[in-house]
């Protein structure tokens, strides 16, 4: 049982390209959420999956897309990088956005240039 | 909007002293709540959580938390802390409902010898 895998740990990307970073959850939960972490911000809610097929924008989506290609797999995608999106990004997924903690993978450690 | 403060950035202490680390919401409906740590490196982790019940919960590692409902507070307590408690730790408030977790901005505790 591996919990919430993210990949990849470390990426550089130079401004203006793309990329997806990936999560998956082996725990049959149904809600995944992705969150930035930046100093002195704190976690920040990016976007989030309630269930399979809906996906819901959080505190700061802009410059993001997601997809919740499955049940266990919930993909952040950005299509143009920024260096305003230099950050750590956190995947983590609950049983149901209802009552219920989250359990949060490693992280993705992005650098814009 | 909902929000979460914490009000301290940053806490230095000597092993063994108390640490009491301050967290209000504005939200005042039912709220589920939690703290979480992160521990240099590594990812988040559940400390304690509360969801209805004995306002005084305990969690991991000799922490508590106090939930005061009159004050929207829910700080966090341990009676002596030790130099492997130097972590961020981050106050997270869930609405009651479908939605997702809003965390504060963090403390980050150093534990000094």
């Known amino acids: 049982n591996a919990g919430v895998t993210q990949t990849p740990k470390f990426q550089v990307l130079k401004t203006g390209q793309s990329m997806t970073l990936q999560c998956a959850q082996d725990?049959?939960?149904?809600?995944m959420y992705w969150y930035r972490q930046d100093p002195g911000m704190g976690l920040r809610l990016i976007y989030y999956s309630a269930s399979e097929g809906t996906t819901d924008k959080g505190e700061v989506p802009n410059g993001y897309n997601v997809s919740r290609l499955n049940k266990r797999e919930f993909s952040l995608r950005l299509e143009s990088a920024a260096p305003s999106q230099t950050s750590v990004y956190f995947c983590s997924s609950s049983r149901r956005t209802e009552d219920y903690e989250q359990y949060f993978g490693p992280g993705t450690r992005l650098t814009v240039t | 909007a909902q929000s979460v403060s914490q009000h301290n950035h940053h806490v230095i202490l000597s092993e063994a002293a108390s640490l009491e680390l301050g967290c209000n919401y504005s939200?005042?409906?039912?709220?589920?709540l939690f703290w979480y740590v992160q521990y240099p490196g590594q990812h988040l982790q559940l400390l304690l959580k509360?969801?209805?019940?004995?306002?005084l919960v305990k969690g991991i590692k000799g922490f508590e938390a106090e939930f005061i409902k009159s004050k929207f507070s829910f700080n966090l307590r341990k009676p002596s802390v030790q130099w492997s408690d130097t972590a961020e730790y981050f106050c997270a408030v869930k609405r009651f409902g479908n939605t997702p977790l809003v965390f504060g901005k963090g403390t980050r505790l150093s534990v000094i010898a």
């Open positions: 509360y969801f209805s019940g004995d306002p």
């Open positions: 939200y005042g409906g039912t709220v589920n």
């Open positions: 725990m049959n939960h149904n809600s």
